[in-house]
């Protein structure tokens, strides 16, 4: 998702070879939320730059409720440095109290688990952090980790278990990139 490949450099997919169909993609209003118990989750894609031309970071706020249907609540999307993804990511905990917490750390954003739990003892707040991995165990990175979590919400699009919150900012960049995959 925090990719630039599509978006930004104009490299459209044919809509035959999209793995993801516009009609999975559902849209509902905030006012469904309040008949649904929801556990939050956050996914973190950290790209530690302040570059133009640089990945964005991307942070994906989602809610599962009781039937384990997804509801897409908070994208960010954006160029930030490390003390800006630490205090956005504890800002976001602090607004849905996160199950889990899964943040890609490979090479480079290995200090900014570092950062992480040097702040964790000093705010005294320890957030549930976990690493995202491939199915093998083996630690992410690079572009084939990211493309097998994507293709890994295929089957959930295509079901109608992923909706999205008409408020949620950064929605239209979500569903053009989701379009545009791989």
Same mark, same amino acid.
């Given at each position: 998702y925090g990719s630039s490949n599509s978006q930004y450099l104009n490299d &459209? $997919? &044919? %809509?035959? !070879? %999209?793995?993801f169909k516009p009609e999975w993609i559902q849209v509902a209003e905030t006012d469904e939320l309040r008949v649904r118990t929801l556990n939050y989750f956050l996914a973190v894609d950290p790209a530690i730059a302040n570059q133009s031309g640089s990945d964005f970071t991307a942070m994906v706020v989602v809610g599962v409720d009781e039937h384990n249907i997804w509801w897409v609540r908070d994208i960010v999307h954006a160029h930030l440095r490390p003390? !800006? $993804?630490v205090n956005k990511v504890f800002n976001l905990h602090q607004m849905? *109290?996160?199950?889990q917490i899964g943040i890609e750390f490979h090479s480079f954003q290995r200090t900014l688990q570092y950062s992480l739990n040097d702040e964790m003892r000093k705010r005294g707040i320890y957030l549930p952090l976990v690493e995202l991995k491939l199915k093998g165990g083996a630690s992410g990175s690079g572009s084939g980790f990211k493309e097998q979590r994507i293709e890994g919400l295929i089957p959930r699009y295509a079901l109608g278990e992923i909706y999205h919150?008409? *408020?949620c900012p950064n929605l239209d960049i979500l569903k053009d990139e989701l379009m545009r995959f791989p």
């Amino acid at each position: 998702y925090g990719s630039s490949n599509s978006q930004y450099l104009n490299d &459209p $997919i &044919p %809509a035959g !070879e %999209a793995k993801f169909k516009p009609e999975w993609i559902q849209v509902a209003e905030t006012d469904e939320l309040r008949v649904r118990t929801l556990n939050y989750f956050l996914a973190v894609d950290p790209a530690i730059a302040n570059q133009s031309g640089s990945d964005f970071t991307a942070m994906v706020v989602v809610g599962v409720d009781e039937h384990n249907i997804w509801w897409v609540r908070d994208i960010v999307h954006a160029h930030l440095r490390p003390d !800006e $993804i630490v205090n956005k990511v504890f800002n976001l905990h602090q607004m849905y *109290s996160f199950k889990q917490i899964g943040i890609e750390f490979h090479s480079f954003q290995r200090t900014l688990q570092y950062s992480l739990n040097d702040e964790m003892r000093k705010r005294g707040i320890y957030l549930p952090l976990v690493e995202l991995k491939l199915k093998g165990g083996a630690s992410g990175s690079g572009s084939g980790f990211k493309e097998q979590r994507i293709e890994g919400l295929i089957p959930r699009y295509a079901l109608g278990e992923i909706y999205h919150l008409r *408020s949620c900012p950064n929605l239209d960049i979500l569903k053009d990139e989701l379009m545009r995959f791989p």
